[in-house]
């Protein structure tokens, strides 16, 4: 995929941690690049980046020791006749970038999508929280695909986040009852009003939260008003969260 995106490209940028690159982050390389070109990611970590309006490709240099992506990932608005390829990147969610930890947000494209030989991880919400301090959390999607008609997956990894566990005294916080189920996990892709292709992808759900009344596992795949193509792919849903008893 690499020689046949190098092949392809208009300009190629390169992103770096060494002294003297060109671009030491991928956001700046995306936002020198034209439709067209390819910002070629060496090896290190990196943070997330926002594809928004131009098909740009953004891959990794080597699939031996591949770029890690440590926040969220955003690709938005390609244009018809354009297109925007992730490839071989590790991908990971974080809460702290945008209204959600999914690892990847690919919205409202009319050109194509294409994330190829990807791990992508949502954000792991963290808990337990003690009643009373802030409503628990469902399990983010490793990836969420919204209203875009032409997605191709390939080869790529996906597992859903964590659905956040309670723990802690219901008594003394008015409502706190409905806190105390384990919130769900979250699912591996989640399709929304778009038409996605899967060949060769594993998909994991994320494991429910524990609480008096477990949440239950993500599954590996929900789509809503969607359209999914699934080739020699494997889909598998988390386990519930444990029965925790409350404190009294």
């Known amino acids: 995929m690499l020689a046949s995106s190098l092949a392809h490209a208009g300009h190629v940028l390169v992103v770096s941690h060494d002294a003297g690159a060109p671009y030491a982050t991928i956001q700046a390389a995306i936002d020198a690049a034209a439709p067209g070109d390819l910002v070629l990611v060496k090896g290190g970590a990196f943070g997330g980046f926002a594809v928004d309006g131009k098909g740009v490709d953004v891959v990794a240099d080597s699939l031996t020791v591949p770029g ?7 690709v938005a ?10 490839s071989g990147l590790n991908l990971n969610g974080d809460a702290a970038i945008g209204p959600t930890g999914a690892a990847v947000v690919v919205a409202h494209c009319d050109g194509a999508v294409r994330i190829d030989r990807c791990t992508a991880l949502a954000w792991r919400t963290p808990g337990p929280l003690a009643c009373g301090s802030i409503a628990p959390k469902s399990g983010w999607p490793a990836i969420a695909v919204l209203d875009c008609p032409n997605v191709a997956l390939r080869d790529c990894a996906l597992t859903g986040g964590d659905g956040q ?15 105390e189920a384990g919130v769900a996990g979250g699912v591996g892709l989640f399709v929304h009003t778009s038409a996605v ?8 759900g994320g494991p429910g939260g524990a609480g008096p009344l477990g949440g239950t596992g993500g599954e590996g795949l929900r ?4 359209e999914v193509y699934v080739a020699l792919s494997n889909l598998w849903g988390a386990s519930g969260g444990e029965h925790v008893a409350a404190a009294r």
């Not at 890690?68 to 955003?74: A, C, E, F, Y």
């Not at 789509?223 to 969607?226: F, K, L, T, V």
């Open 223 to 226: 789509a809503i008003e969607s």
């Open 197 to 204: 292709a899967l060949g060769g992808c594993a998909l994991r």
């Open 77 to 86: 608005n390609i244009p018809l006749g354009q297109r925007c390829l992730l």
């Open 165 to 179: 566990s309670w723990s802690g005294d219901a008594s003394g916080y008015p409502g706190c009852g409905a806190l």
């Open 68 to 74: 890690s992506v440590t926040s969220q990932v955003r």
